[in-house]
């Protein structure tokens, strides 16, 4: 996220923004197999409804997106299941409202009693897809032929997140047996899928910066030739209590073990030549090289676990610009140094 967006409860005076947005979406037949525009007053009873959340992001002049949940059926069996949407004014987008809105209504959901949103998503609608992959939607499903827009047949792609599943975030005081549990699980890692390994197996993320307090998970970094080749990998992981998760997938196959709701091990199949992986190993070097800037770290973590410790999107989301920033700062030092180095005679 490149900027902190605002998510408040929408309110009876946001309908007009609320329809525009919505509009706008529906022009441009992207989203929605609906083609006839709404009017302000069409979405005041659902502002209303108590039972069902509805939000906004808020940029201090006005809604720039919304999110709301509605009812998957009438039956009382699926009544903890609501059906999710996200629109994003045009304007707007690109700047991570979509998430903030998506992870707000998230923890809103809980609040109002429900365990699994869905969202069904035009297939060509990658900007959508991805944000759902984003925050930690699974896809489940295609409907092929699902409805007419336009007098064209569209399919629709069915996604769900269960919500709360996950344990809650919390930071611990470093532990020396980190580092051993890394090398044992690296030792599996090279049986299961050592051929497909090209630069190393590494042990990244904050439990492999000595006395940093984190998360007591094991980050795991797998340099691979490619994504498309490494998906052979799959069945093997799987074999070894590895559950795939489609994080992030054009920059990587993600892994949690032994199960999402309780995390011991998480693995990432990075390509070699990808900034990706030069990433996650600088940042690892630099906290363990810099105190100063491990310090600051740590103390961001442990205030943005307590700030959400129910969401790990929005707490992952939310230590990007200090990740960035170290590794600017990171990068400069090291040009300097190399300006600095006395020349041969």
Same mark, same amino acid.
């Given at each position: ?56 992001? %808020?940029?201090?002049? /006005? ?16 009544? /903890? ?16 409202? /979509? ?7 998230? =923890? ?5 009693? &429900? ?14 897809? =991805? ?5 930690? &939607? ?36 470093? %532990?020396?047996?980190?580092?051993? =549990? &890394? ?29 940093? %307090?984190?998360?007591?998970?094991? %980050? ?34 993600? &892994? ?6 309780? =995390? ?82």
């Amino acid at each position: 996220m490149n900027e902190t967006v605002t998510v408040r409860a929408a309110r009876p005076g946001d309908a007009e923004a609320i329809c525009s947005i919505y509009n706008a979406a529906l022009a441009e037949r992207s989203s929605t197999f609906e083609t006839e525009p709404r009017s302000a007053a069409d979405f005041l009873p659902r502002i209303s409804d108590p039972r069902l959340p509805m939000l906004v992001s %808020d940029s201090g002049q /006005g809604a720039t997106g919304w999110a709301g949940l509605s009812p998957h059926s009438d039956r009382a069996c699926y009544a /903890g299941i609501g059906e999710a949407s996200v629109y994003v004014a045009p304007a707007a987008r690109g700047h991570g409202v /979509g998430t903030a809105l998506a992870s707000g209504l998230a =923890r809103a959901a809980v609040g109002h009693g &429900f365990h699994k949103m869905i969202g069904k998503l035009f297939t060509d609608n990658r900007a959508s897809i =991805r944000l759902t992959e984003r925050c930690g &939607f699974s896809a489940v499903g295609l409907h092929r032929r699902h409805g007419q827009l336009d007098g064209v047949w569209r399919d629709v792609l069915v996604v769900e997140r269960l919500l709360g599943a996950d344990e809650p975030i919390r930071i611990v005081t470093y %532990d020396p047996r980190w580092p051993q =549990r &890394f090398a044992e699980e690296r030792t599996l890692l090279e049986d299961a899928i050592g051929s497909w390994v090209v630069g190393g197996i590494h042990h990244v993320g904050s439990t492999a910066v000595p006395g940093l %307090d984190a998360k007591p998970i094991i %980050d795991i970094l797998v340099s691979v030739e490619n994504l498309d080749s490494a998906r052979a990998c799959f069945e093997p992981l799987a074999k070894i209590d590895y559950q795939y998760a489609p994080y992030l997938p054009e920059e990587m196959h993600w &892994f949690c073990k032994p199960h999402p709701s309780r =995390r011991e091990f998480h693995l990432h199949l990075v390509p070699i030549s990808s900034e990706r992986y030069a990433d996650e190993l600088a940042f690892r070097d630099c906290l363990r090289e810099n105190r100063e800037i491990a310090e600051q770290y740590t103390r961001l973590k442990h205030a943005l676990a307590e700030r959400f410790a129910l969401d790990r999107e929005t707490y992952t989301e939310a230590k990007g610009d200090f990740i960035r920033g170290a590794l600017e700062a990171a990068r400069a030092a090291a040009s300097h140094r190399l300006c600095r180095k006395p020349r041969r005679k």
